[in-house]
């Protein structure tokens, strides 16, 4: 029997008129049509709210809230949370793009196993324009213990791409102390996965979530506290998980979010620190392990470990060079891969559009 549970897409907005039209008009001709779209404009001092109440002059589904002051994103997330009536709840960001169909091909996955209870997606990023930018680098991992591993470094899955059953994300909410700004996600995601809830990432190309890369974003705006709150973040989960510390210093350039002042020293260090954390990870969670999962930390690992040798090919001193190219003959089987040169000229394309685009 086919089910046709209620979504509430949960939409916050902050000066977002320049793409706003875009994005609603992906929300409100969406194929599967059982529907509640949640606009929260939060203190917008553009004409966005104007924009928002011409959707919903048109749209029944639509339920169109005004903060009455700025409330910050995590605050009005909850505050959407708290309102949404339906069995799931669809994020999406006021900038971005989706396809037509997402939800009816996300609730025809829910169909066919009922147990599933997040389900995302991979990314396209986009230009401010909506051209193509690149491939996302991250959010290759699909399993749930590889997606595990992943979340001790970063945010492990696309969160503006999510359903999600509204009982789990009502009852975890988004965390807004200080140490999580700016990085919800990773925090949230850490919490479902530690709870086990049941992860199912749609890897169809055609269903790649569009995700602007604009300069106005929160993620740009807040980019310095977002980056400490991530290493931050990385190294309470390594902790959390694998019980010991990881020196600040050592799991920056593995997180790779921020200008790395490299040195032989620290390439060595953090180098041997990763092979630990994945060892630890590997050896702790054995019996668990799928041959899928350990492919795919090690694909992973690998990855990461190449992207490092590069930036530190482009950063580096001359000592800092030679030394990255031995790492990358310790990493040289694995050019054999064929997802090492998809990523390779992934990274080419997205370093050329960035200086294409200006970003």
């Not at 051209?131 to 590889?146: D, G, I, V």
Request: contains cysteine; aromatic residues 12%.
């Amino acid at each position: 029997m086919k089910l046709t549970p209620k979504v509430t897409f949960l939409i916050p907005c902050y000066n977002a008129s320049k793409y706003i039209v875009d994005a609603l008009n992906c929300v409100v001709k969406q194929t599967y049509q059982n529907l509640e779209i949640i606009l929260i404009d939060d203190g917008s001092t553009d004409n966005t709210l104007t924009l928002l109440q011409q959707f919903a002059q048109k749209d029944d589904r639509i339920v169109l809230i005004k903060n009455e002051q700025n409330l910050g994103l995590i605050r009005t997330l909850n505050k959407g949370v708290e309102l949404a009536t339906g069995d799931y709840i669809a994020r999406f960001d006021a900038d971005d793009i989706i396809g037509t169909d997402r939800i009816e091909k996300q609730i025809e996955i829910v169909n066919r196993n009922s147990t599933i209870e997040l389900i995302t997606s991979y990314v396209n990023y986009i230009t401010p324009s909506g051209k193509f930018h690149s491939q996302a680098e991250s959010f290759y991992c699909y399993t749930f213990n590889s997606i595990k591993f992943l979340n001790l470094f970063e945010c492990p899955l696309v969160h503006a791409g999510m359903l999600i059953k509204s009982s789990i994300l009502k009852n975890v909410k988004y965390n807004y102390k200080s140490e999580f700004m700016h990085i919800e996600d990773h925090e949230l995601f850490t919490k479902l996965i530690n709870q086990g809830v049941n992860i199912f990432v749609n890897r169809d190309k055609n269903q790649k979530y569009l995700y602007r890369r604009n300069l106005s974003s929160v993620s740009n705006r807040h980019k310095s506290v977002q980056v400490e709150n991530a290493i931050n973040m990385a190294k309470l989960n390594i902790k959390s998980f694998l019980n010991y510390e990881v020196d600040t210093k050592l799991l920056e350039p593995l997180v790779l979010k921020n200008k790395i002042e490299w040195s032989t020293d620290l390439i060595k260090n953090s180098f041997d620190e990763f092979k630990r954390i994945k060892n630890t990870f590997i050896n702790k969670e054995n019996i668990n392990l799928s041959a899928l999962d350990k492919k795919l930390i090690n694909n992973w690992y690998h990855l990461r470990s190449l992207k490092i040798i590069s930036t530190i090919l482009l950063q580096g001193n001359i000592s800092c060079k030679l030394l990255s190219i031995y790492y990358f003959f310790l990493n040289a089987k694995f050019i054999l891969n064929i997802k090492f040169w998809k990523n390779l000229i992934s990274r080419f394309v997205y370093i050329f559009n960035s200086i294409r685009y200006h970003y």
